[in-house]
């Protein structure tokens, strides 16, 4: 099939798609155009002759050829120069997956040994030392499709949402598709990870008791999608390189709005709601969309500080919705910044990860004459300085004032490997340096306009 006949059926599934849903839901004019720009972000464009494209498949789709001329090039999405469309390729893959015909891949195939695994790993989903990486390996790169569903079961949301199943995973391998498994940090498994920790938190026993299914719904929803189609490359780049993505956002909370208006268009594309009021849903995606927006770690100072208010106050009332709101926002941005209080093996291997993410914007901005943005030079950083700093000037203070909030077992322990973690890669920094004082200042400098995100890992 030629690629102008797949465009026009593309152009075509998409106008079916955005009228059927403009029947359902009401859109203002921003929510239609973020949910066009989710669909038609995955398109790329066809890089011009001679000019070089980024392998690494970076998406939302960055048009590296602003590098290459002094003149704006307008990018036009036109017939001519669309390569693909990848959400027309993720409707293939999940037909087929759905019809289950599966690729002649022997790697897809799992024998029942490692379903057994992955079965027996579940049913200690709520520990804290729960490997995801290991249980992404036995479900063969699933981790987020599976655990999230076996969530939805055990806190009985299927049953008392009264959701479809098929629809529900079928929603859960959009989700778990729309995240880059080319990112070293920003994946499926950080996802997981995420929704896993979300789990822990929404089982202490201040929580447990008085959060509704609704809450818990939108708890493990706004967990696994809280980092849909992130590009692998922060804010701060996406605004220097004047992304589509950094207009639309006005240069504000530029991912996590992505990720929020992304959650909602797969929620609505999937149907896994549709049986709700519309009321209910609106309630659900705007709702879902500030635990979304919490997880900005620039806004983590505001955050804080009113949670510190609260706490100082002695008046939060879990019986109130708007407080329970509140908590579960902390609990989301606790979750999103969790690694360094699990144990060093897991803890180390996130380290490294997010540090390689860093490092590899860093080599591009290099490459492109973009000025390296802090943190992400590996001529001049170490993982240990960055992780030392990430520890002092923002894990420690959130998981201080959760452990004031929650003073059980979980906060003592999380407390406890950040302490331990943080001793491990001092002792690493002494070794490498000489010398064991440098936390980089970097991340005292959250709050300022030139770096909102930098440390970002969320
Ligand atoms: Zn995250």
Redesign the pocket.
Known sequence: MGIALIWCLALILIKWITSKRRGAISYDSSDQTALYIRMLGDVRVRSRAGFETERRGSHPYIDFRIFHSNSEIEVSVSARNVRRLLSFQRYLRSSRFFRGITVPNSSNILDDDYNGQAKCMLEKVGNWNFDIFLFDRLTNGNSLVSLTFHLFNLHGLIEHFQLDTMKLRRFLVMVQEDYHSQNPY?NAV?AAD?TQAMHCYLKEPKLSKSLTPWDVLLSLIAAAT??LDHPGVNQPFLIKTNHYLATLYKNTSVLENHHWRSAVGLLRESGLFAHMSLENRQLMESQIGDLILA?DISQQNEYLSMFRSHLDRGDLCLENANHRHFILQMALKCA?ICNPCRTWELSKQWSEKVTEEFFHQGDIEKKYHLGVSPLCDRQTETIANIQIGFMTYLVEPLFGEWARFSNTRLSQTMLGHLGLNKASWKGVQREQSGSGDDVDPTFEEMDSDILPQEPR??
């Open positions: 920003h950080h995420v809280h980092d997880t999103d890992l969320s």
